[in-house]
């Protein structure tokens, strides 16, 4: 069964302001919504009913019913929240189970609003590119450099580079035969969207993994990847949604080696006899 109040807080971050009054509502009386109707809760927040199915639609559910059904189940025989806040009363071993489950949490939320479709167009468009860009700023750049060693052992031509500068200029000279991967947990960093809109303008096709649907790389990318993580006191979101994003990477490259095996497995030989060589 799903886990609706997850979703609900996953998504959060990522809804309108009336959609947000919609989880909000939920959140703080999930017993009141089991025995509601549509209408019920769409007359207390004062919107229409199809306002609340858009939004049981928008979670992945078939509708209202289908919603309160995961949520009956879940109040029901209700999961330990593992999304825990960090004390310092905390002891050091505690500290640690608190990071790993809110790194399971951040795993599972991403899981639940993968879109297949865009994954599988992702794919496709890799193993068709003459060359694959991967871009990150700051942060994000480490999650650029990560896929690089991935993707250079895949057989496909992967190329990254740490300078914005040098980024910026690779994207102004890729075509349209080319891929762009661009990765920014906000969405809305200056020197990332000026590499996406270079990326675009030379024709290239786009993918984006970011935290915000409604950011500006989140809506001009082709394709989006989306990941999700919730903040605490001590570890900031952009930091959780790492764990995401490296997921996200490795699905992709996974699946590229399994459609690309033939390829795929001259690279990693060469791969591994060039680095054999340097330990003689």
């Known amino acids: 069964m799903d886990n609706c109040l997850g979703k609900i807080r996953s998504y959060y971050s990522k809804l309108s302001e009336k959609e947000k009054r919609i989880a909000k509502y939920i959140l ?4 009141k919504i089991i025995h509601s109707t549509i209408n019920e809760v769409a007359d207390d927040l004062n919107v229409a009913d199809a306002t609340v199915f858009r939004f049981c639609k928008r979670l992945g559910f078939r509708g209202y019913q289908a919603l309160k059904i995961a949520l009956a189940s879940e109040i029901m025989t209700p999961i330990q929240q593992i999304h825990e806040e960090i004390s310092e009363d905390d002891n050091e071993k505690v500290v640690a189970e608190k990071i790993f489950k809110s790194n399971i949490r951040t795993l599972e939320n991403t899981l639940q609003i993968l879109d297949r479709s865009a994954i599988e167009k992702a794919v496709e468009w890799i193993l068709q590119a003459n060359r694959l860009e991967l871009y990150g700023i700051g942060g994000s750049s480490v999650i650029a450099m990560d896929a690089y060693h991935k993707f250079i052992r895949s057989g496909i031509l992967a190329v990254a580079n ?6 910026l200029m690779s994207a102004s000279q890729l075509t349209q035969r080319d891929v762009a991967l661009v990765i920014s947990h906000s969405g809305t960093n200056k020197d990332t969207l000026r590499i996406l809109h270079a990326a675009k303008k030379s024709g290239a096709k786009t993918i984006g993994i970011t935290s915000y649907p409604k950011s500006p790389i989140g809506q001009n990318v082709d ?14 979101e952009a930091l959780a949604s790492r764990i995401g994003q490296l997921s996200l990477i490795d699905a992709l490259y996974v699946n590229i080696m399994i459609r690309n ?3 795929a497995k001259v690279s990693l030989e060469k791969v591994r006899e060039a680095i054999s060589e340097t330990r003689i």
Not at 28 to 31: E, G, I
């Open 28 to 31: 703080d009386h999930p017993d």
């Open 162 to 167: 740490y300078d914005s500068h040098f980024q």
């Open 223 to 236: 394709v989006a990847l989306f990941t999700s993580s919730e903040e605490t006191e001590y570890r900031s």
């Open 261 to 263: 095996k033939a390829n």
